[in-house]
């Protein structure tokens, strides 16, 4: 069974830096893609940064040249490196996994105090 755990998130002032980590484990197979989703309540839950196998990026518009996504293929981890953090990236943070179907993380919260 495959299972994805983030950590990072916290409690930061704007301006400031946090690191995400996701680590997955189990049976994992061939990983097309790894990302970040965040999801605010009562709004969709959108993309932030996905990185292919190939190694190609691709962010959204409103954290380019902010957040950079990386990976670490030995030890199964995903990072997203967050700088200048504004009060509208405060969200969840969700990683996502692409195999053959998708797996998705429990979720790891950032709240930017302005």
């Known amino acids: 069974q495959v299972q994805l755990v983030e950590s990072g998130g916290g409690l930061v002032q704007a301006g400031g830096s946090l690191r995400l980590s996701c680590t997955a484990s189990g049976t994992i197979g061939t990983i097309n893609a790894m990302g970040w989703y965040r999801q605010a309540p009562g709004k969709q839950r959108d993309l932030v940064a996905l990185i292919y196998s190939t190694g190609r990026t691709l962010y959204a518009d409103s954290v380019k040249d902010r957040f950079t996504i990386s990976r670490d293929g030995a030890k199964n981890t995903l990072y997203l490196q967050m700088n200048s953090l504004k009060p509208e990236d405060t969200s969840a943070y969700y990683c996502?996994?692409?195999?053959?179907?998708?797996?998705w993380g429990q979720g790891t919260q950032v709240t930017v105090s302005s």
């Open positions: 996502l996994m692409v195999t053959l179907q998708n797996y």
